[in-house]
């Protein structure tokens, strides 16, 4: 699809970034891009650049998430926070169809034309949007409705430069730099006293669209000012996460006593699987009129740690919070790879910022390794 | 179908605001469709006509505090064929509840000019501590949406989808910002079951658990972080004691943190 060879950079002047939303905007996409709302950096729809967080930043640990101005105006200076773009390609809920007594007919719900454009994908989000692309997308059960809304859609990467200190995504080697699945990919170099962005394109969509924009090609000294960035913000990354062994640890520890301190701890509140990029879970409701006449299939966002998940008929097959907690961590870590041939996980944090009693998925993984297969026996 | 005998509903009142009875009424555009499906038998808020029993779903609304209502629950019990309760109130004996933990005597010569009139119970309890109680509606006060979905769902003769999940997961499905962890508000919404869609929440602020505890509820653990994040204990304990105190995991929760 894509040619070999390296895309060459350009340099972008911040000013004009705003042409590409116009540009956007008039082949028909729906621009969705970070902006500060309630205490956070959230995404929603965009049509400015004006509506972009500069000069803000988020300062993110175990159960807590803050912004803070930063030295500097950059547009992109934060991480992720509590939204992904699984909610735009995967809403958290959807009608499926409408059925009628008379007729028994279903009548599927019309498809959702809307045409993204998703400005700030951050690398592990790319990495996030492809696990589910397995999923909903090229797996056996494809799902109509995602797959025409991702497909439809045109993303604008951004590197990323100021991880955040719950980021890990160097070690799943997901991030921090954008290496596929995008049409645009930018860098924003703003510490030179300019504000301008790398920007390169890896698809016949990104091409087009750059194609319009006629910029200088970038300086090899910019270029590698972007590369030190990114050096640097792997650098920073002191969380980490050696996949394989997690994979190794978990499969091995089934009956470890840990999962009873995790599930005196865990809330099963769910937070952590709401936020996850690659989370998929869902469950459906039917609704009926009042007459009962007519009918509807809603499908919404379920999670591993509610009872419902686990119920067949007769009991929950998981009725305590050890069990849930286990199921969740050795899905995304261990079972998924068996499953779909790559992590659960991206490293991207969100689990660890916004489970209100702080449990770090890559602290906890290590409670394992003291009792491995060896000493377990 | 016109011509088929349409089912009796009766709402009944005990201890309690009207509040529930009011999030019926509330419905409006949808109370005419009600009103189409079934025939309204008793319900004081909304008419004085009331049509004998027995009934077949009976919305029961308040808590159980006096000898009277004790007696009169069982009399309303034998003539539903589904009773359904609305609210913490008869769910879990409401916020009048605070007396079960204190002597009710105290309040009552507090409270009356002349507290020799007054006869009452030491507690204030749910309807399920004194008859059988086909299913429960949560909320203080009830959602009106879920009061129309249980009414709906037992019309249809399906189960009402009103998930026992966290207050958390309606407050990420609408994308709201976590108060908790962006504010360090503190929020009952990992213990709360879900139904108000997270309405505090949406409004900046943190959950207060109207609707009493969600399924399999960990209060030690988020009391247990809240303290370590430098809550006072009597606070604690008041996050747990206010709509739904008497719902066993709250009680217990904040009698743990009761004079320490
Ligand atoms: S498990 Fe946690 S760190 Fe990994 S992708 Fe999900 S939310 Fe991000
Ligand atoms: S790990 Fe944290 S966010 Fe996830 S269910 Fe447990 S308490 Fe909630
Ligand atoms: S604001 Fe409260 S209800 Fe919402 S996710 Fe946070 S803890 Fe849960």
């Known amino acids: 699809m894509n040619k070999k060879s390296k895309p060459s950079a350009y340099t972008l002047p911040a000013s004009q970034l705003q042409k590409i939303i116009d540009l956007l905007h008039e082949q028909g996409y729906t621009v969705i891009g970070p902006q500060r709302q309630d205490n956070a950096i959230i995404y929603d729809e965009i049509t400015s650049t004006d509506a972009l967080p500069a000069g803000w930043t988020d300062v993110q640990e175990g159960g807590t998430y803050q912004l803070q101005r930063r030295d500097d105006d950059a547009w992109f200076g934060y991480a992720v926070g509590p939204h992904s773009w699984k909610q735009f390609l995967f809403p958290a809920k959807k009608k499926l169809f409408t059925i009628e007594r008379e007729t028994f007919r279903a009548q599927a719900e019309p498809a959702d034309k809307t045409r993204y454009a998703f400005l700030g994908v951050r690398s592990c989000e790319l990495h996030a949007i492809a696990i589910q692309d397995k999923v909903f997308r090229d797996g056996p059960y494809a799902d109509p409705a995602y797959s025409r809304l991702r497909n439809n859609a045109f993303f604008i990467a951004v590197n990323c430069t100021e991880p955040a200190a719950t980021c890990f995504c160097s070690s799943m080697n997901t991030g921090p730099g954008a290496e596929s699945g995008y049409d645009l990919l930018l860098t924003e170099l703003i510490d030179s006293g300019q504000h301008e962005f790398l920007i390169s394109s890896a698809s016949a969509k990104g091409r087009a669209l750059l194609g319009k924009m006629e910029l200088p090609e970038a300086t090899p000294a910019a270029r590698e000012r972007g590369q030190e960035l990114l050096a640097r913000a792997a650098d920073k990354m002191h969380r980490r996460m050696d996949a394989e062994k997690a994979r190794k640890l978990l499969l091995a520890n089934p009956e470890h006593p840990h999962w009873q301190e995790l599930g005196a701890r865990c809330l099963s509140c769910a937070n952590c699987t709401m936020v996850c990029p690659t989370c998929f879970c869902s469950t459906v409701e039917d609704v009926t009129s009042l007459t009962g006449d007519t009918a509807e299939r809603w499908r919404r966002w379920d999670s591993c740690f509610t009872m419902g998940h686990s119920y067949i008929h007769g009991g929950h097959i998981r009725s305590s919070g050890a069990a849930r907690y286990r199921q969740w961590l050795t899905h995304k870590l261990a079972t998924w790879v068996d499953q779909f041939g790559v992590s659960g996980c991206v490293g991207c944090g969100r689990c660890i910022t916004w489970c209100p009693v702080a449990i770090d998925v890559t602290e906890e993984i290590t409670k394992f390794e003291p009792v491995t297969q060896e000493t377990a026996a | ?260």
């Not at chain 2, 808590?63 to 009399?75: V, Y």
């Not at chain 2, 009103?162 to 958390?168: A, G, K, L, N, Q």
């Not at chain 2, 709201?176 to 360090?184: I, N």
């Not at chain 2, 009493?212 to 809240?226: C, I, R, Y």
Request: neutral net charge; charged residues 20%; proline residues 6%.
């Open chain 2, 1 to 260: 179908m016109a011509e088929i005998k349409k089912p009796k509903l009766a709402v009944w009142k005990f201890a309690s605001c009207d509040g529930c009875q009011l999030s019926l009424l509330d419905c409006e555009d949808e109370l005419l469709a009600v009103a189409e499906s079934v025939q309204i038998a008793n319900f004081p808020e909304a008419s004085r006509e009331i049509i004998k029993g027995p009934y077949d779903i009976s919305l029961v609304e308040g808590s159980i505090t006096t000898p009277h209502d004790a007696e009169r629950i069982h009399r309303i019990r034998r003539q539903s064929r589904l009773l359904i309760t609305i609210g913490a109130c008869a769910t879990a004996g409401g916020i009048q509840a605070l007396r079960n933990f204190t002597s009710v005597d105290s309040y009552v010569t507090t409270v009356y000019a002349t507290p020799a009139y007054i006869s009452t119970l030491k507690k204030s309890t749910p309807i399920s501590e004194h008859v059988p109680v086909d299913f429960e509606l949560r909320g203080c006060p009830v959602n009106k949406y879920q009061l129309l979905e249980v009414i709906n769902a037992y019309l249809n003769g399906r189960r009402p989808n009103t998930p026992p999940h966290s207050v958390c997961m309606e407050c990420k499905s609408k994308g709201l910002v976590c108060v908790a962890v962006a504010q360090k508000t503190v929020c009952m919404g990992p213990l709360t079951h879900a139904g108000c869609g997270a309405l505090c929440p949406e409004y900046n602020r943190g959950c207060f658990g109207c609707y009493g505890p969600k399924e399999t509820p960990n209060t030690a653990s988020l009391a247990a972080w809240w303290r370590e994040h430098g809550e006072k204990n009597t606070d604690i304990m008041r996050s747990f004691r206010g709509f739904n105190a008497y719902a066993e995991p709250f009680r217990k929760e904040s009698e743990a943190h009761e004079n320490i």
